[in-house]
């Protein structure tokens, strides 16, 4: 009974990490929004976010890793440097950019892109297979549509409110006024910019699988991309936010819980956790999982600040589960284990209870037997 738990579980833990990533990135998505409200910068908070993430990560590399790390090389470096360039900078800063314009919800709905722009580049460069002829091939395109398909119901759809939680009538009408004051020509902008950093982001997630096939330390690699997406930050929020210095001043409210959680959680333990996956996985299990984040988005809307659920975010939310569904039995194929391995083992033990073996090896015992008396006189 316990192993048979324990191999359950083993199962099932890729799966209850990458919830748990998806989770931790929708409570970044509200508290970021929150402080990008009080006037912090994009630039700015990217910076201290991974400023936190090296802090944290950077000690448990320095000793766990280093048994299982490798040498570092000019390639792995500059591989490096370009992954500290394509989510820590590009990626985040367009994302909360983005956010700025726009709402929280309505970024965390368009990153659902992803599982898609992720899915046709590792078919483009090999890390994923597909066969249109395939069922299960068949089920992870369908699936990744579905996903997307159910985020843009989730948030093109209203519907009438459904009352999941007690939310008070001022806060919703507080939350109808914030929609509403998001114009047409700011939404298109923000699309714009999200787009940018999920295509960004993407690449970061192909590069990483690619990376982690050489320099396969987990905690090692993320160290690296935070540090070095710390310096390229400053660099780039020196530039952008020159001659105003009172952006990087933090006191003790939401600005400096964005920083510590998004650091700790969406950089740290969030670049861990994908790689680790991602070696077993593969990129698009990881990505297949982020339309998750906007469900939680929703849910956390409601509680967090009573914002008001409605028909169409449920009938989204069951669109993007079923979706899910789909994609994990597609993918399931790639982790069966191969009946070659089985057969391998069988087909001695069927050699030796054969009469004919038996003849055969007394023949080689025969033939080796000379061998031997001449090889040790």
Known sequence: MKSQIRSLFTRMKPFIAVTF???????????????????????????????????????????????????????????????????????????????????????????????????????????????????????KIAGTIATVAGAMVMTLMKGPPVNLFSTTRNAYHVHKQAIGGVNVHNSIKGAIMITIGCFSWSCFMILQAITLKTYPAELSLTAW??????????????????????????????KLVAAVYSGVICSGLAYYIQGVIMQDRGPVFVTAFSPLCMVAVAVMSVIILAEQMFLGRVIGAIIIVAGLYIVVWGKSKDYNSPSPTVDDKIIPTKQTTEPGNHEKENCDQQVAQPIHQIEIP
Request: aromatic share 10%.
């Open 21 to 139: 990533l998806q989770v931790g990135l929708a409570g970044m998505d509200i508290l970021a929004k929150a402080a990008l409200n009080r006037g912090m910068s994009n630039y700015v908070l990217a910076v201290y976010r991974n400023a936190v993430a090296t802090l944290v990560i950077a000690p448990f590399a320095v000793f766990l890793d280093k048994k299982v790390r490798p040498k570092m090389t000019r390639s792995i470096f500059i591989k490096i440097m370009v992954l500290s360039l394509l989510e820590p900078v590009i990626d985040q800063n367009f994302y909360f950019l983005g956010m700025k314009y726009t709402t929280a919800t309505f970024a965390a709905a368009i990153t659902n892109i992803l599982p898609a722009i992720t899915f046709v580049m590792a078919w483009i460069v090999r890390l994923e297979k597909v066969k249109i002829t395939s069922p299960h091939s068949q089920a």
């Open 225 to 254: 991309i935070c540090l070095l997406g710390t310096i390229e930050g400053t660099i780039a929020a020196l530039i952008m936010e020159r001659g105003n210095p009172s952006v990087w001043a933090l006191n003790w409210d939401t």
